[in-house]
């Protein structure tokens, strides 16, 4: 049977989520415990001079566990897309780790029974879904709303399409490198049909890159789970070049470059004006288009 996939994590499993997820998770648990204390006789985790340290280092773990997942994680993704049993296998191990390493904890404080085992389990449970529930909620949002974006795109490429039909005379004849670029992922599975002109520039994120273009006059993004050298290749014979190893830029869109401490940069004409670094590497392919600086 073929495994769920959910692509909708794609704003999810970036490396910046990771350090923020794992920062969340460690507040909202402080803030649940403080909340759940008055009402319980088993949460031994307390900010006082007595417990300080065993509730630092009790984090400390934690903290370790929770990196640990995120690095298996991202080695994951570097091959293979995640699916809903991988990531809820990932959970659930931390989620037994956690909860094991307090009941360790908790020798020194009380005797081990089941119902402190079940009230371990409660609040492990709820410390871990309540963060992750939120986090998967706003990467769904994230990726429902660049699929509105895509929609509206192709639906204003189907009107021109219509309108240069409907009249001849006023359509537009192509360009040197002006051509629709049919983007797929690493799995060769087309993701985006875009104008090349559109695209203002396009970063290298991990195993993704995030396509930065132009829509109705706003900047709009569009997250390719695809490696920089795979979208090279879709750009040749296109205006969009590499100009680091982390960008691609459409040198239709570049007002200027500036030159500021042997670094090189060229501003982009877009709806909001954005600075994009060129390496010493592609720096001499740029000063031959005989741009402004």
Avoid at 173 to 188: A, C, I
Wanted: aromatic share 12%; proline share 3%; charged share 20%.
């Amino acid at each position: 049977m073929q495994q769920f996939i959910m692509p909708d994590l794609k704003y999810f499993l970036r490396r910046k989520h990771y350090v923020s997820s794992t920062i969340f998770l460690i507040l909202f648990s402080v803030l649940f415990l403080e909340l759940y204390n008055p009402f319980s006789n088993t949460v031994w985790l307390s900010l006082t001079r007595g417990r300080f340290l065993m509730t630092l280092l009790f984090y400390v773990v934690c903290v370790v566990i929770v990196a640990a997942s995120w690095v298996v994680i991202a080695r994951r993704t570097r091959t293979k897309d995640i699916t809903l049993r991988f990531m809820g296998g990932v959970i659930a191990v931390q989620y037994f780790l956690i909860t094991i390493t307090y009941l360790l904890f908790s020798i020194q404080y009380m005797h081990l029974t089941v119902m402190l085992f079940l009230k371990v389990l409660f609040c492990v449970a709820m410390v871990l879904s309540i963060p992750y529930t939120l986090y998967f909620r706003h990467a769904s949002f994230k990726a429902k709303a660049e699929e509105n974006n895509l929609l509206r795109k192709r639906i204003e490429d189907l009107e021109k399409q219509v309108e240069a039909l409907q009249n001849p005379a006023t359509a537009s004849v192509d360009t040197p490198g002006h051509k629709l670029l049919n983007l797929s992922d690493s799995n060769g599975s087309l993701k985006l049909t875009i104008d090349s002109d559109s695209i203002c520039y396009v970063e290298s994120q991990d195993n993704y890159v995030k396509i930065c273009y132009e829509l109705n006059g706003e900047t709009a993004n569009y997250m390719l789970r695809c490696s920089s050298m795979r979208f090279e290749a879709f750009c040749e014979g296109t205006t969009i070049l590499r100009c680091h190893r982390s960008y691609f830029i459409n040198t239709t869109r570049i007002k200027s470059i500036r030159y500021e401490n042997r670094r090189s940069f060229a501003l982009l004409e877009m709806p909001v004006s954005k600075e994009i670094p060129i390496s010493k590497t592609y720096i001499k392919t740029f000063s031959e288009l005989g741009l402004p600086s």
